[in-house]
């Protein structure tokens, strides 16, 4: 056991660094943290060419950070282990934290975000037990079914506007999405103050609740 030893250790760490050294990478995973999903639904969701987001997955998978499973002539991914979400979610923390030009990206990205009112995990818990707050899933019913926030509402964005006399209105109304690099939860909190109801976002995604020791519920679309 000696310096050569050590430095293949490193080496072997390092495959983890360099397969997410890549944006379409990293949009992978966090598609992935939100559910389980297809090649084919995978690379729709991030405009990638069916071989493009194949050959990335092969990269993640290579990498031990997904998990690929046939069900007849699909295969589906899925993270390997819950601590890849976690590395995810502290990774683009620390690029927000560290990286001026990042916030300053998010700013262009999510122009209304630094004037909408913004709510806690822990001021939302204490909301759901006053029985004040709803909460929306502005994501695909795909993901809200892989899992979502206690007792929270799936109105994917794009259904929103004639849904959204649905909502109550003596009540504050959270939305959410799959955390701090979407936009659609900004989307549908416009369109709910709009509305004439009190409306926050919440930054966190369904993962970062889940860390957070939140529960997390499974199932069905509830309209």
């Known amino acids: 056991m000696g310096r050569s030893d050590k430095e293949h250790l490193f080496q072997l760490i390092a495959q983890v660094a360099q397969a997410i050294a890549n944006p379409h990478r990293l949009e992978l995973l966090d598609l992935l943290v939100q559910a389980p999903r297809s090649v084919e639904q995978l690379a729709i969701a991030s405009a ?16 031990g950070l997904v998990i690929g499973e046939r069900q007849g002539t699909t295969i589906r991914y899925r993270l390997a282990d819950p601590g890849v979400a976690r590395l995810w979610t502290e990774l683009r923390r620390v690029a927000v934290s560290q990286l001026a030009e990042v916030d300053r990206a998010l700013d262009r990205y999510r122009p209304a975000r630094r004037r909408f009112p913004t709510i806690s995990v822990k001021d939302v818990r204490a909301g759901l037990a006053r029985g004040d707050v ?3 899933d502005a994501r695909p019913a795909l993901e809200y079914e892989a899992g979502h926030l206690p007792g929270a509402i799936s109105i994917p964005i794009d259904q929103l506007p004639r849904r959204l006399r649905t909502l109550p209105k003596n009540a504050l109304i959270v939305t959410y999405c799959r ?3 979407c936009v659609d ?3 549908a909190l416009e369109q709910v103050l709009a509305s004439g109801r009190r ?3 919440l930054e966190e995604n369904v ?9 997390v519920e499974h199932g069905a679309v509830a309209l």
């Open 199 to 201: 409306g926050a976002r």
């Open 179 to 181: 955390g701090a690099v």
């Open 48 to 63: 990638l060419s069916l071989a493009n987001a194949s050959q990335h997955l092969q990269r993640l998978k290579r990498a």
């Open 207 to 215: 993962a970062e609740w889940s860390q957070a020791g939140g529960r």
């Open 185 to 187: 939860a900004d989307e």
């Open 134 to 136: 709803v909460l929306l």
